[in-house]
């Protein structure tokens, strides 16, 4: 099973970006089918911010779509978020996820199997 590692999480002012990064190990990324970003608030339950399907399908929350990007390098075995314009809201940590089965939706941290420890990002008003 791929153990995954994120990276890249701060504190930055409202406005300000953040890459974060995600190293598998153990096995090779190309052979999971869904991978993604995934976030938890204080208080508040996971959810998806953006995955990645198959080959380059990509999948945005609403929240996010036009500030962040989900991207995936398959020979460093990396998956990458860059957010920008960050927001208050968009404090919480940040986990990294993937799955090897086939899934019609990968914003469901609920069909992933593999998890990071996850990175924290705080972003002040």
């Known amino acids: 099973q791929v153990q995954l590692v994120e990276s890249g999480g701060g504190s930055v002012q409202a406005g300000g970006s953040l890459r974060l990064s995600c190293a598998a190990s153990?096995?090779?990324?190309?052979?999971?089918?869904?991978m993604g970003w995934f976030r938890q608030a204080i208080g508040k339950e996971r959810e998806g911010v953006a995955s990645?399907?198959?080959?380059?399908?990509?999948t945005y929350a609403d929240s996010v779509k036009g500030r962040f990007t989900i991207s995936k390098d398959n020979a460093k075995s990396t998956l990458y978020l860059q957010t920008n314009s960050l927001k208050p809201e968009d404090t919480a940590m940040y986990y990294c996820?993937?799955?090897?089965?086939?899934?019609?939706?990968?914003?469901?941290?609920?069909?992933?199997?593999?998890w990071g420890q996850g990175t924290l990002v705080t972003v002040s008003s």
């Open positions: 153990g096995d090779t990324i190309s052979r999971y089918f869904c």
């Open positions: 990645i399907a198959g080959v380059s399908i990509t």
């Open positions: 996820a993937a799955s090897r089965a086939f899934h019609n939706n990968c914003m469901n941290p609920n069909v992933m199997d593999s």
